[in-house]
């Protein structure tokens, strides 16, 4: 018992420790999941903790189990619509970026380390993918609102791509180990294997959860139980018959968190905090199996292979294989930097180790190091590359919380939470007054708290600045309440002007009104078209919001879209406001 007790507090003293140092890692502009990865290692033999830890079998297991939370969670928050904008590059990605990376970083390697070209080729493959820890951590907790392109491009590849990765380290493994049962029939049998299953169980088991999560009454607390281990079920079982268990799960959280009912929000809840702490177990983990001596050893050697990686390799791959599908040079460049190394190829690296492959610690030690660059380089720079390459979108107005309350299996309220900022248009002014300017008989004021306490609302009422109020709305009155509420901050609002610009036109608009109107030619094929088509036909690609069209000396760009993916409304830029795209 004195030993079990030790190993809880040790556990309980190491997540403390990590999520205290998330303070820090926020003023430093530094990634969590580094942070936790620092903990590990100062913890570990090298480090002050001096805890000797190197079984790689307890590695593995920490790392598949966390990842397979990660991946359910990220299915969870991932939109069916992204799908629409960015299914077939991000399939491209998930499999020939991994591909490409791995094959230009393969023979780089191989000449770098003067080792036999398969053993280079693996250590290829071990870093060949991004990670999807790594991604959906850093793009949702980095502050910064990416284009939907973008941003859906880089969470689909990080969900979709392990199958790949894992297909070309066991290839190369076999051919180091068992080089006469190698063969690419076997290997191109194992990735559709790989996906087909995969995709199968994923989407069955999660129209199953979908369906148990509206048919079931249980205790809140139960729902995440309920999802958490039906996904460990799908993952597990998709294994067992020779799937990709990782895809798996992805796709089944997908389906759950877009088929929304009554219990959504509940395992929404719980999710988040179990994602953390699988990320933070699992980054510790496998700090604690790092030894950082041995690092140095190979640190310049694995500084050049991050260098390649970042600026030739991932690149290369990026940009051949994104060419047929007219993203913008820009684009281009944030999805090949933002190709984060993390979890997933540390815990590939353990796969030669704990196969005997010879000089697979040099491979794990070199692993880890560019994994480690990724993060710190990488990952610290994710805001500042999205502002640099202009592939930001401004933050919408927002209300400062929201509920879901779900009246019925297929029903939901939306309680929307403002406050009132100084110098606003809603100080001074009744709730009710608001709500009726905004939408007549859909939005309710239900409550008005004042210095933490609730107050009843009197005719004679009127906000005054730090004052929390609640609305009963549609979503779609949101953004419009909180530009009540937000507008004595003007920054938001200017930086939201700068960029759509300073009206708002209708996407229905024939393209010729707005041109006789301004003064400006268009050309002539376009005069028939609404504004909506005009900008679908320059930009011959799917819209979202924030692409951008220039018809004469004014800027149109999209402001709003439905969840149908149409657009819904087109902001106007006057010319002395106009920037180059």
């Not at 100062?42 to 307890?58: K, N, T, W, Y």
């Not at 094959?103 to 390697?109: D, E, V």
């Not at 460990?232 to 067992?240: E, G, T, V, Y």
């Not at 939470?417 to 008989?441: M, N």
């Amino acid at each position: 018992m004195t030993a079990l007790n030790a190993l809880f507090l040790l556990a309980g003293v190491l997540l403390f420790i990590s999520v205290l140092a998330s303070t820090v890692s926020a003023r430093l502009g530094l990634p969590l999941l580094l942070l936790f990865l620092v903990v590990g290692m100062l913890a570990g033999e090298d480090g002050p903790g001096g805890i000797r830890f190197d079984d790689f079998s307890m590695a593995t297991l920490v790392g598949h189990l966390a990842l397979a939370v990660i991946l359910l969670d990220g299915g969870l928050r991932t939109r069916i619509s992204s799908f629409r904008v960015a299914l077939w590059p991000a399939a491209v990605l998930a499999t020939w970026g991994v591909v490409g990376t791995a094959l230009l970083l393969g023979l780089f390697a191989t000449w770098l380390l003067d080792v036999d070209w398969r053993l280079g080729m693996l250590l290829a493959a071990i870093v060949g993918s991004t990670d999807a820890a790594a991604v959906f951590a850093l793009l949702r907790n980095s502050g910064v609102r990416l284009n939907e392109r973008v941003k859906a491009t880089l969470e689909i590849e990080s969900g979709a791509n392990d199958p790949m990765a894992i297909l070309l380290v066991t290839a190369l493994v076999e051919m180091l180990l068992m080089p006469e049962q190698a063969s690419a029939g076997r290997f191109a049998l194992m990735l559709v294997s790989q996906l087909v299953i995969g995709g199968m169980f994923g989407l069955v088991g999660g129209l199953v959860l979908a369906r148990l999560l509206v048919k079931l009454k249980l205790a809140e607390g139960l729902y995440a139980l309920l999802i958490v281990s039906g996904g460990l079920m799908i993952f597990a079982a998709c294994n067992l018959i020779d799937g990709s268990g990782f895809l798996a799960v992805y796709i089944a959280g997908l389906v759950v968190g877009n088929r929304r009912c009554h219990a959504t929000e509940h395992v929404l809840r719980v999710m988040d905090g179990l994602a953390w702490l699988a990320q933070a177990g699992m980054f510790l983990v496998l700090g604690l199996l790092v030894t950082p001596s041995q690092l140095l050893t190979h640190g310049p050697q694995a500084l050049l292979m991050a260098v390649f990686l970042m600026l030739v390799a991932r690149p290369l791959a990026v940009l051949t294989g994104l060419l047929p599908f007219r993203y913008r040079p820009r684009e281009l460049a944030y999805i090949s930097w933002v190709g984060l190394r993390g979890a997933v190829p540390i815990v590939l690296a353990i796969v030669p180790v704990m196969m005997g492959i010879p000089d697979s610690r040099l491979l794990f030690d070199v692993a880890f190091a560019v994994v480690l660059v990724s993060l710190l380089v990488q990952g610290a720079t994710v805001p500042i590359a999205a502002r640099w390459l202009k592939v930001e979108v401004p933050a919408r107005d927002e209300p400062f919380d929201r509920r879901e309350v779900w009246v019925g299996d297929k029903a939901s309220l939306d309680l929307l939470e403002y406050r009132v900022a100084a110098g606003s248009r809603a100080e001074g002014v009744h709730p009710d007054d608001i709500a009726a300017a905004h939408g007549e008989l859909s939005v309710r004021c239900v409550s008005l708290v004042r210095r933490g306490r609730l107050q009843a609302l009197q005719r004679d009422t009127r906000l005054q600045a730090g004052d929390a109020v609640w609305f009963a709305a549609a979503d779609a009155y949101a953004e419009p309440l909180a530009s009540t509420f937000n507008a004595g901050a003007s920054n938001e609002l200017s930086a939201n002007a700068r960029f759509f610009g300073e009206f708002v036109v209708d996407p229905d608009c024939p393209a010729v009104d707005l041109a006789q109107a301004y003064g400006f030619e268009i050309e002539a094929g376009e005069a028939s078209l609404a504004l909506r088509d005009l900008m679908l036909h320059r930009l011959g690609r799917r819209v979202v919001v924030g692409d951008r069209v220039r018809i004469g000396s004014f800027l149109l760009t999209v402001r709003d879209m439905d969840e149908a993916g149409r657009v819904t409304r087109i902001g106007l830029k006057c010319p002395d406001l106009s920037e180059p795209d």
